[in-house]
């Protein structure tokens, strides 16, 4: 049975359930399930306040249409559905069905008896895995989906995993340059295949298939679609665009406050000073150890004497010796597991459960009462993805379902905890820094990092393909460790190397911050609680020897005159959704050329950025795209767009070019 009701089509057939309903200009919602009704406010990704728009629809015995602006879909006699261009007719995105059709369908005559959507019992549950197909389309670009720890910028023909790990974050909106974005509107645990002749999604436990897409004329306008329908980031407070000083670990309160005065003294620009983890005495007391951190409120009232703010890092883990583990675990407050041990491998420790609201209230009272009552605002929530043993999914259990079914909405809970707090306390602009995101993290202020990852040139490629797509994937406030965090040992002169040239490529990222584990080691202080744990060694700009301390210098001063632009940026970012990175095609869809260079990108409307990925590189050559004249930042020579021109890159310099007319004051002194 195929029918309209209200502003919606429904399609009854044997045991599926169909919709498909407008969601926000020129986009559709898309639902099917095999339990008999549709699952009712269900709160994944998108929002519910959708624009009203009136779909046009048409239903004609077993075909039917609905139109929302400039995308079409067509529902066929088999159930299969081809989204389109309104106004051409030219497909976007169609359904791949291998069964065999009568005349009326349009597709394949096959003995295969594929379906577009399967649905496959999980026995003795209400669940069921899923697979979703579509035709694969030749030529086809694809990006988004968040961060994944390799340097595909372009996804196409790449397998992905939809589950979170530490440095991968899956955010799960893609975006075509046939001029479609599909978000895929589930936060179970899986996959999807872009492959060269199927897209297929995949999950291991859900109970209805979600997914939401949308037409537009430029990825700009794609973007922006996307982020009305799942939410903006709050305005980044103006502290968040200057540099962000951290390392692991500083272990006092004197040696933090004496590397803050040492910045001053220094004459350096810094907004951020880290306290990392392991100050507290037991995971899941959320306060200060008072042996290593004995006046907190003198601490933070010189710091922002000085105008620097203090992150302060929390984790999510609740040892057993905590103050607070028994009763977290009275009030059903934890994780559990389906069987066995609840504990993980950091210190006997397990989780506080983010799905649950009541945890998220419990632990923002605890950080209120013992971190916010000093002023502190901002919020490192670590262990975001949460960081189970060997990611076993299938063993774990929230408040709100399984890890298989629901696991992946974690991180944007956690964000939520901070963000309702500190809104309720009457904070407008928050940020926190998060390990991890899904979609719809960006509007509880997530500023996500990419993780525990090597320092090597190698991570520092993988960081460049993954910044540009989490921004595409509607996280646009993105970070690294400059230097990477595994490793990177301060006596090297070849670590030396990669240091600089992250950090003249973290100079251009959203939000530019220095941290690291490095060697060599330092032992711990004290015998209990945070002096127990050992440190890294010294993280500092002029730690890695002169040189490196000049091209650190050099580079911490452009952005601090660069600051009002990244804040125009950021505002972008606030009231359309745009990513503050974005790779050459989206400022420059019509150039043709711009949707093939992957080793380029934009920091907002007018800077590009052209940053060394490979040791030993002095030279490199730079796409300059079509339509305007471009000034180098190094010389001030101005070149013709739509060219390909080769750059000088000293150690001490990457490639940047300035749209001409633009930011004619920046300038190197």
């Not at 399609?11 to 919709?19: G, N, V």
């Amino acid at each position: 049975m195929l029918y309209a009701e209200e502003n919606r089509i429904l399609r009854r057939f044997d045991e599926e359930l169909l919709c498909i309903e407008p969601w926000g200009a020129n986009s559709l919602r898309v639902r099917a399930t095999v339990q008999g009704e549709l699952l009712a406010d269900e709160d994944f990704a998108l929002l519910p306040e959708h624009a009203e728009t009136k779909a046009q629809i048409t239903v004609n015995g077993t075909r039917a249409s609905i139109v929302n602006g400039k995308l079409r879909c067509d529902v066929f006699p088999s159930g299969k559905l081809r989204f389109s261009r309104a106004d051409t007719g030219e497909t976007l995105l169609e359904e791949y069905d291998r069964n065999r059709f009568r005349e009326e369908d349009e597709g394949f005559n096959s003995a295969l008896e594929i379906c577009p959507r399967t649905f496959r019992p999980i026995a003795g549950t209400d669940n069921f895995s899923l697979e979703v197909r579509f035709e694969a389309n030749g030529g086809e670009k694809l990006y988004g989906m968040g961060q994944y720890q390799q340097d595909c910028l372009d996804l196409k023909g790449c397998i992905v995993e939809l589950a979170h790990r530490n440095s991968q974050a899956s955010v799960p909106f893609v975006l075509s340059n046939r001029g479609y974005g599909l978000l895929w509107n589930n936060p179970a645990v899986g996959r999807v295949t872009f492959g060269k002749n199927v897209t297929e999604w995949t999950v291991r436990s859900t109970r209805q298939m979600d997914y939401w897409i949308t037409a537009g004329d430029t990825p700009a306008e794609i973007e922006e679609a996307y982020m009305t329908a799942v939410g903006k980031p709050p305005m980044m407070p103006d502290f968040g665009t200057g540099f962000w000083q951290c390392k692991l670990r500083y272990q006092t309160q004197d040696e933090l406050l004496e590397i803050a005065r040492e910045y001053k003294r220094r004459g350096l620009p810094i907004s951020v000073i880290v306290i990392d983890y392991f100050h507290w005495p037991h995971q899941g007391d959320w306060c200060f150890d008072p042996e290593y951190w004995p006046d907190p409120d003198a601490m933070v009232r010189e710091l922002k004497e000085m105008g620097i703010e203090l992150m302060i890092s929390v984790w999510p883990t609740v040892q057993e010796d905590s103050v607070n583990y028994r009763e977290m675990r009275e009030l059903g407050l934890l994780t559990r597991t389906e069987h066995g041990n609840r504990m993980h491998q950091l210190g006997n420790a397990c989780f506080a459960d983010m799905t649950n609201p009541a945890a998220r209230r419990y632990v923002w009272q605890k950080i209120h009462d013992n971190y916010r009552r000093y002023g502190i605002r901002v919020f490192w929530l670590d262990e975001a993805e949460p960081e189970f043993t060997r990611y076993e999914f299938e063993h774990y259990r929230y408040w709100r379902g399984s890890d298989l079914e629901i696991g992946n909405l974690y991180p944007r809970e956690y964000a939520k905890m901070a963000y309702e707090g500190l809104q309720g306390e009457g904070e407008q602009e928050i940020v926190s820094l998060v390990r991890c995101a899904w979609a719809g993290s960006q509007r509880y202020g997530a500023l996500v990092w990419s993780g525990d990852i090597d320092s090597s040139f190698r991570s520092l490629r993988n960081q460049f393909a993954a910044g540009l797509n989490m921004g595409i994937a509607g996280i646009p406030w993105w970070t690294t460790d400059i230097g990477g965090f595994h490793g990177g040992d301060i006596r090297d002169p070849a670590f030396h190397e990669c240091l600089a040239r992250w950090f003249e490529f973290g100079a251009f990222c959203p939000v530019m911050r220095l941290h690291g584990d490095r060697e060599p080691h330092k032992p711990p202080i004290g015998p209990t609680g945070g002096g127990s744990t050992p440190s890294g060694a010294s993280n500092e700009v002029w730690t890695y020897g002169e040189e490196v301390y000049e091209i650190c210098k050099k580079y911490l001063f452009l952005r601090e005159k660069m600051r009002p632009y990244v804040k125009g940026t950021m505002r972008q970012a606030h009231e359309k959704g745009s990513p503050v990175i974005r790779p050459l095609f989206y400022n420059f869809p019509g150039d043709k050329h711009a949707w093939e260079v992957e080793d380029e990108f934009f920091l907002g409307d007018d800077i590009l950025v052209a940053p060394i990925l490979w040791e030993n590189q002095r030279e490199r050559e730079v796409y300059l795209p079509a339509g305007c004249r471009w000034r180098n930042l190094n010389d001030g020579s101005v070149s013709e767009g739509g060219q390909t021109i080769s750059c000088a890159a000293p150690l001490s310099e990457i490639p940047v070019f300035i749209r001409e007319g633009k930011l004619e004051d920046l300038r190197f002194d």
